[in-house]
T-cell receptor, first 115, second 111 residues
Framework: NAGVTQTPKFQVLKTGQSMTLQCAQD?????MYWYRQDPGMGLRLIYY???????DKGEVPNGYNVSRLNKREFSLRLESAAPSQTSVYFC??????????????FGPGTRLTVT | LAKTTQPISMDSYEGQEVNITCSHN???????ITWYQQFPSQGPRFIIQ???TKVTNEVASLFIPADRKSSTLSLPRVSLSDTAVYYC????????????FGAGTILRVKS
C-alpha cells in the first residue's frame, strides 16, 4: 500500500515551458487535491476533484489545469510555466464520503523551480 | 471558512508537555477543528480532529471549550522528533472537503 505517490520529485523548467505533475493514490479515495506551498507559508489549494469526472477550482487556480484521469489518478498541468510558479506541489486524497474526509493523505511533494 | 490565529513559533524541551492554542472566533455551528503536522520536506499529516469538549488519540489531545472560539492541541512529553509545523484548520465538512491551511506554528523541541 503506497498511499499517495507523486512524480517527479524535482523539476527545473524554463519560463514558458510546460509540464504535467502526476499523482496517484491506491486507497480507493473519492476526493483528490492539488496544493502548492511557498517558503514560510501554509498550503494553498489549487484544484480539487470531489469524485471521478469532476474538478473544481481552489484558491489559486490561475496558470494551472487538472485532469482526473480515473479514480486513482489526478494530474496537474502547467501550460506555460512562470517564475511565480516556483513552489513545492503536494497532491492529497481523502475518502470524501464522510466527516472523516477531513483526514487528507498527502504525497511526498514535487519541488518545482522555474527559471 | 473560519479564520484561525496561531502563534508563529514555540520552543520546548524534550519531555515537556506542549500546548498550542488556536483562536477561531467566527467558528460556525457545523465547523470541525482539525490539526495537521508537517515535517520538513514532507506533506502534512493528520493528527487529530474534534467538534467539542476533549478528544484524545495515541499522539495528542485536543481541548475545545464550550464556546468553541479556541482550541488547544496538547502534545504530551515531546521529543526531538516532534519538531515540526503544526496547522490548525477550521471548517465545515462538505463533499470534497476543501481544507484551508494558514501559516501554522513552528514547534522547536530542544534537548
Amino acid at each position: 500500500n503506497a498511499g499517495v505517490t507523486q512524480t517527479p520529485k524535482f523539476q527545473v523548467l524554463k519560463t514558458g515551458q510546460s509540464m504535467t505533475l502526476q499523482c496517484a493514490q491506491d486507497m480507493n479515495h473519492n476526493s483528490m487535491y492539488w496544493y502548492r506551498q511557498d517558503p514560510g507559508m501554509g498550503l494553498r489549494l489549487i484544484y480539487y476533484s470531489a469524485s471521478e469526472g469532476t474538478t473544481d477550482k481552489g484558491e489559486v487556480p490561475n496558470g494551472y489545469n487538472v485532469s482526473r484521469l480515473n479514480k486513482r489518478e489526478f494530474s496537474l498541468r502547467l501550460e506555460s510555466a512562470a517564475p511565480s510558479q516556483t513552489s513545492v506541489y503536494f497532491c492529497a486524497s481523502s475518502d470524501g464520503d464522510t466527516v472523516y474526509s477531513y483526514e487528507q493523505y498527502f504525497g511526498p511533494g514535487t519541488r518545482l523551480t522555474v527559471t | 471558512l473560519a479564520k484561525t490565529t496561531q502563534p508563529i513559533s514555540m520552543d520546548s524541551y524534550e519531555g515537556q508537555e506542549v500546548n498550542i492554542t488556536c483562536s477561531h472566533n467566527n467558528i460556525a455551528t457545523n465547523d470541525y477543528i482539525t490539526w495537521y503536522q508537517q515535517f520538513p520536506s514532507q506533506g502534512p499529516r493528520f493528527i487529530i480532529q474534534g467538534y467539542k469538549t476533549k478528544v484524545t488519540n495515541e499522539v495528542a489531545s485536543l481541548f475545545i471549550p464550550a464556546d468553541r472560539k479556541s482550541s488547544t492541541l496538547s502534545l504530551p512529553r515531546v521529543s526531538l522528533s516532534d519538531t515540526a509545523v503544526y496547522y490548525c484548520l477550521v471548517g465545515v465538512w462538505e463533499y470534497g472537503n476543501k481544507l484551508v491551511f494558514g501559516a501554522g506554528t513552528i514547534l522547536r523541541v530542544k534537548s
